[in-house]
């Protein structure tokens, strides 16, 4: 089964929740595909200073996930996104242009710096957002979920930590389940 995973690699909660995806896909026979989603263009002219720099940042890095996804260069995009995410989630630090560039050198993205550098992918990087909220928005954020063949998407599932693979298995199996219904639009409980 065919799972895409619309991700803005600057959120705590997305890079968990892709930790979770990666633990579960072997064991559900998943095939991952990975896509931008942007909260700068989420909140475009509503980032607040303190995250401007890694908004920028976190920009640069989804112009090399559009280009490699459009390469059809899933794993190394794959790659690329653990890469980042062990430098800064893993690490308790913000995203920068520094570790965006570490990161597509250690996933041997040869001539990165190119793509990174180049605004002319911020199309296909809105494009693929916008994708993500026809497909579970509006009032969602990253991460969302698509499965092949299910008429939407959805926002999340959102977890505080990978949890272990019994009970990661058993959140799939019903994200799964919920994800077809055509009725269903939330669940939801306050973090505490």
Request: aromatic residues 8%.
């Amino acid at each position: 089964m065919e799972v895409t995973f619309y991700f803005d690699p600057a959120c705590p909660f997305t890079w968990r929740t892709s930790r979770w995806l990666r633990t579960v896909a072997p064991e559900r026979g998943l095939t991952l595909r990975w896509r931008p989603f942007s909260l700068a263009i989420l909140n475009e002219g509503n980032v607040p200073e303190q995250f401007r720099a890694a908004m920028a940042a976190s920009s640069r890095a989804l112009r090399l996930v559009a280009a490699l996804s459009a390469d059809g260069r899933q794993d190394q995009l794959g790659d690329f996104y653990t890469e980042i995410g062990n430098r800064t989630h893993e690490a308790d630090a913000r995203i920068s242009d520094e570790i965006v560039a570490a990161a597509a050198e250690a996933a041997g993205v040869e001539k990165a710096d190119t793509v990174l550098d180049d605004p002319a992918w911020d199309e296909a990087v809105r494009e693929s957002h916008e994708a993500a909220m026809a497909l579970a928005g509006p009032g969602i954020g990253s991460p969302v979920l698509q499965v092949a063949g299910a008429e939407r998407g959805l926002h999340g599932p959102i977890i505080g930590e990978v949890p272990s693979l019994d009970e990661s298995l058993q959140i799939w199996d019903a994200t799964a389940a919920l994800i077809r219904v055509g009725t269903f639009f939330e669940v939801k409980r306050g973090r505490g």
